[in-house]
């Protein structure tokens, strides 16, 4: 991945109002891959059962999906997304999303992301699909 594109994408992240608003830090960067981490607030991400609620956790994926997916520079959107909740969070605990790029033609690649907490026990898993449409990234600066 060209430098330039990482720094765009780390920079955007920082700018994004959902990033922010769920408090999501994009720790690790690479062709294809990423690592995205938050803080399972129960006062703000609980459902009616008091217990984590899916958008949240589907939330961290997707930011997951969508930096692992810009690793190019060029513009990739879902298609696709299947999500297997396998457990809740405990309240407070660090959960971490990797998404890694399995597969890849001219305009799909396909992502494996999976969601762990602290003491790495599996949260969620996720299979995902991209269309790669060709469009060089908006937030990158030209040379």
Not at 53 to 67: C, M, P, S, Y
Not at 129 to 142: H, M, Q, V, W
């Amino acid at each position: 991945m060209e430098q330039r594109v990482r720094a765009a994408i780390l920079q955007a992240v920082k700018r994004e109002p959902f990033a922010q608003a769920l408090k999501m830090e994009l720790i690790e960067l690479e062709d294809g891959y990423s690592v995205v981490k938050m803080v399972y607030d129960p006062h703000k991400m609980d459902n009616i059962y008091s217990r984590a609620h899916g958008g949240a956790v589907f939330g961290l994926i997707d930011e997951a999906f969508e930096t692992a997916g810009q690793t190019e520079g060029t513009i990739a959107v879902a298609l696709n997304v299947n999500i297997t909740y396998v457990a809740s969070p405990q309240p407070g605990v660090v959960l971490k999303a990797e998404a890694r790029r399995v597969s890849q033609t001219k305009k799909t690649a396909g992502y494996d992301i999976k969601v762990t907490d602290e003491d790495d026990s599996l949260i969620a898993t996720c299979q995902a699909l991209a269309y790669r449409t060709g469009k060089p990234i908006p937030f990158l600066e030209s040379d």
